[in-house]
């Protein structure tokens, strides 16, 4: 089960299973899946099928860790694929995430950070999210524990760890909000609070 993709209602499959990735690479059967917390992140990429595995670990939080795996894999299996290596292929990252990546990152003022410092509130996700200006960066706390420096780029984009940000601006052109973007989940949307 847990290697076993589940179906929308419309037929089409998920590519996750119970936990797991499940997607085609370039012909060839891929199972894995990756995490991140505090700072750190990983992924693991498996070819049940050729018997081979990639394990990346790092101690940074941007770092580009499904792409390093594809990249090693790419190397060891390309005798073994059977679709050219530069059709688009599907990954556990959604598309968002891959249209942030072709965003250039854009440096901010001290008056731009201030401008998207405050705290955020999702309904849905009964979540607050806090954003604060940290040594010229924009650096995000979830909770008690977890905070993360997000980058900004062009067209009010934010880059982080879990996925981007896409702030909103309301008639004034305030920041009044922002929407969540993660793998497949999209437009989670988050309400800044008014100062007290």
């Known amino acids: 089960m847990i290697e076993t993709s589940g179906r929308l209602n419309s037929g089409e499959s998920t590519n996750y299973g ?101 705290e955020y509130f999702s309904p849905e996700l009964q979540a607050h999210y806090r954003l604060s200006d940290q040594s010229g960066s924009v650096v995000m706390q979830i909770g008690r524990y977890h905070s993360a420096t997000i980058t900004p780029l062009e067209n009010g984009m934010f880059n982080w760890s879990q996925g981007t940000l896409e702030f909103q601006r309301n008639e004034e052109n305030e920041i009044s909000g922002f929407l969540l973007h993660s793998g497949t989940i999209r437009d989670i949307a988050f309400s800044k609070v008014p100062n007290q």
């Open 18 to 118: 119970f936990g797991l990735n499940i997607t085609p690479f370039y012909g060839l059967r891929s199972i894995g899946h990756g995490g991140s917390f505090v700072g750190f992140r990983s992924y693991y990429l498996r070819f049940p099928d050729q018997r081979f595995s990639v394990v990346v670990l790092a101690n940074q939080g941007p770092f580009r860790d499904y792409e390093i795996a594809r990249e090693i894999a790419l190397i060891y299996l390309r005798d073994q694929i059977t679709e050219p290596v530069d059709a688009e292929q599907s990954t556990y990252r959604g598309g968002d995430e891959q249209a942030a990546e072709q965003l250039n990152e854009i440096s901010l003022s001290a008056a731009q950070r201030a401008a998207f410092v405050g």
